[in-house]
């Protein structure tokens, strides 16, 4: 591979590691055209990259996504026809894995759907266009693109009848219109209005093993979504970031250390501080002040690293982006290649002329500003190594929807990287009891490939969670690491080599116990293949529910995914109810599932004497109909299950990270303090049993 094509793929590599939304290789162009008789077309102008197919609109039952038009909003027309390619065919092949013959385009596709003008005054025309692109290996998530019309768009040359002009408008109900598009109308609610809408528009569904059916007539629906922050507050809610943050400083500062153990930074160490004690010969004290501030230099360029993605997107957008399939799917990809550059497959190097750049900034500088450009070179040199670590520093942290928790990973992390430079500047005779660089540099990097390799799974799963294709599922994803692990151990013994490994004369005996870890935790996860909790791991594996086999599983017999269904049937059964806001793509909840609600007295006490109602806040199903809602001064649009209940958990609770439990009265007031992640069976209890007995006083 030539190595400007290489450095381009490398500074791509670098910018995708912040969460940022994903390209789709379909671009899309709206457009209204008049198309006669009073009728306008709508036209959806898609131009798909070089490599990239995209499906037909219509496409058999049983097949993949096709491409199709959703109205969020339609006023003062309706929709006429179909929604179809305008002057080009489809090239149609059969295709094995769906065992039927699908339609598919390249290049530059117009697709339209035509539009019946009953007033122009009122017109608004509000939806997406979802299409999933493909490629030879793999295939984008059926992604919305937005597009918005109002009067003002409407074709100069649009005339229609007196009599039309005078029509109310409607919706689309019995005009001719394909199964894919669906038109409703977009209102201003409040949050009851919202969920009653909801649940009269879908069926009202009661989980297997309730005793009655429940009655929605037996609630307070305006109740129900009122805001209980300060109720919460007097009771002594808990601060949930506190532990978030902490768990983050933790884990950046550990990453750290062992970012300062890969070819890339280990070889800097001596070189830096020998360059400090040669720069001030004369005064080690200078050369002591120059090392702390070089350090300190380290520690700010990542911090705002961090604070500059969360203020780009926001906490709460990190985190909705963070459990969405396609950004989980395109770091899961990120970290194959990272993984597979740490196996020497090829090296990954940012552009010489950066560091080049940033050498003559060191030379033509003096003082701090100096200082500063050394630590700035330090972080592009050592890109290769430390990027995979950053990238999924910052995606964990996004998942805990707080603003400063990109920034803290990225203290840790970088105070971790700092401390040598720093020590052993002050202490320089250290130097000489530094293991020398060597092939022992390689084997650690292939080491963190093998790490990176299983960790990149976590991602492809919440991908597969939050899109419920059902393909990674717990046992699969069990198989993959025991030999993942196994292959690690055999590695340590020299059994298998990589490109770059020297032949191993002797096996050292930090290998050797590095192998029996290995091995050790991959017979550990083997019970897991048939339902064993695994209970230190409970966090990263897919949750049990996916587990295709299971031995003497116990799962909840009674768990309601409404709200006001929920409440309807604690208020008929005389019960409080015990809420939970989680996610598929949520490591904790996971945990929380697996650890403490799966221990035999918690589970028995919920059952007995609570209404269990889970809720999860990356649940795609879209509403039966768009809802908008006033917040912060805004409107939003609520499109999924999962932005209802993310938004009822905003709105009554004033709080969004996952897992969040709290106990109800059946008219939707806390009974006792809200209870965050944490693995102490005994808390969870005592939290429970505080609920139940201000609930029976």
């Not at 117009?110 to 019946?116: A, G, T």
């Not at 929605?216 to 305006?222: A, T, Y």
């Not at 013994?493 to 490109?499: A, M, N, S, V």
């Not at 996610?583 to 799966?598: E, Q």
Request: aromatic letters at 12%; a negative charge; proline letters at 5%.
């Amino acid at each position: 591979m030539k190595k400007t094509v290489l450095r381009a793929i490398t500074i791509l590599l670098f910018l995708a590691t912040l969460p940022a939304a994903a390209q789709s290789p379909i671009s899309w162009k709206f457009s209204l055209e008049d198309a006669g008789n009073g009728e306008v077309a709508l036209v959806a102008k898609a131009t798909v990259e070089q490599g990239w197919y995209m499906y037909d609109t219509q496409i058999p039952e049983g097949g993949p996504t096709p491409t199709q038009i959703e109205f969020d909003r339609v006023e003062g027309a309706e929709p006429v026809g179909k929604f179809q390619a305008k002057g080009a065919k489809p090239s149609v092949k059969y295709d094995d894995i769906f065992e039927m013959e699908i339609g598919s385009f390249t290049g530059t596709i117009e697709f339209v759907q035509h539009l019946k003008v009953k007033d122009k005054k009122q017109f608004i025309v509000e939806g997406s266009v979802r299409s999933q692109a493909c490629n030879e290996q793999t295939c984008t998530p059926p992604l919305p693109v937005d597009f918005s019309f109002a009067e003002a768009q409407l074709p100069t040359t649009l005339t229609i009848a007196p009599a039309a002009a005078k029509t109310p408008s409607t919706t689309a109900e019995g005009s001719e219109s394909t199964a894919l598009s669906s038109v409703t109308a977009t209102r201003i609610l409040s949050p009851a209005e919202a969920e009653r809408e909801a649940l009269q528009s879908g069926s009202e569904t009661t989980p297997e093993g309730a005793t009655t059916s429940p009655s929605l007539g037996s609630i307070d629906r305006e109740a129900l979504w009122t805001p209980v922050i300060e109720e919460l507050n007097a009771l002594g809610a808990e601060d949930h970031s506190k532990g978030s943050l902490w768990s983050i400083l933790l884990k950046g500062f550990l990453w750290g250390f062992a970012a300062l153990i890969t070819p890339c930074v280990w070889p800097m160490i001596p070189i830096t501080v020998s360059f400090f004690l040669n720069r001030n010969k004369k005064s080690r004290e200078k050369a002591i002040k120059d090392a702390a501030i070089y350090g300190a230099s380290i520690v700010v360029i990542y911090v705002t690293l961090g604070l500059i993605v969360t203020a780009i997107f926001g906490a709460s957008a990190l985190n909705t982006m963070a459990t969405s399939a396609a950004f989980n799917l395109i770091f899961f990809a990120l970290l194959l290649v990272f993984a597979f550059s740490f196996m020497g497959a090829f090296e990954l190097v940012l552009p010489a002329s950066w560091t080049n750049k940033m050498d003559s900034k060191v030379d033509s500088t003096s003082g701090i500003i100096s200082l500063f450009f050394m630590a700035f070179t330090l972080a592009l040199v050592s890109f290769s190594c430390t990027g995979p670590i950053i990238g999924w520093l910052l995606v964990d942290a996004a998942t805990h929807g707080n603003f400063l928790a990109p920034a803290i990973g990225m203290f840790g992390f970088a105070v971790a990287l700092a401390i040598p430079f720093t020590l052993f500047a002050i202490f320089p005779s250290w130097l000489k009891s530094l293991p020398k660089s060597g092939s022992w540099l390689n084997s650690v990097k292939v080491v963190l490939g093998f790490i990176v390799l299983a960790v990149s799974l976590k991602f492809l799963s919440v991908a597969d969670l939050a899109a419920g294709w059902g393909l990674l599922n717990r046992d699969v994803f069990l198989a993959i690491w025991i030999v993942l692990f196994a292959m690690l151990g055999f590695y340590l013994l020299g059994k298998i080599k990589f490109k770059g490994d020297s032949d191993l004369t002797h096996v050292s005996l930090t290998r050797v116990f590095l192998a029996m870890a290995s091995f050790t935790f991959a017979i550990y996860m083997v019970p897991g293949l048939w339902g064993a909790p695994l209970k230190p791991i409970s966090s990263i594996v897919p949750p049990l529910s996916t587990q295709d086999f299971k031995l003497g599983d116990k799962p909840m017999t009674l768990v309601f995914d409404d709200y006001e269904t929920g409440m309807a049937y604690a208020t008929q059964t005389d019960k409080p109810v015990l809420l939970q806001f989680g996610g598929h793509g949520c490591v904790n909840c996971h945990k929380m599932d697996a650890t403490v609600l799966a221990d035999d007295k918690v589970r028995e006490l919920i059952e007995e004497e609570f209404v269990f109602i889970t809720l999860m806040v990356d649940e795609r199903t879209r509403l039966p109909e768009i809802i908008e809602v006033e917040e912060n001064g805004k409107t939003t649009k609520l499109r999924t299950v999962g932005d209802k209940w993310s938004y009822l958990q905003r709105h009554k609770f004033g709080t969004q990270s996952q897992p969040f439990y709290v106990v109800l009265d059946q008219q939707g007031k806390p009974l006792s303090p809200s209870h965050a992640f944490d693995e102490n069976v005994d808390s969870y209890v005592t939290f429970l049993q505080a609920g139940l007995r201000n609930f029976k006083q």
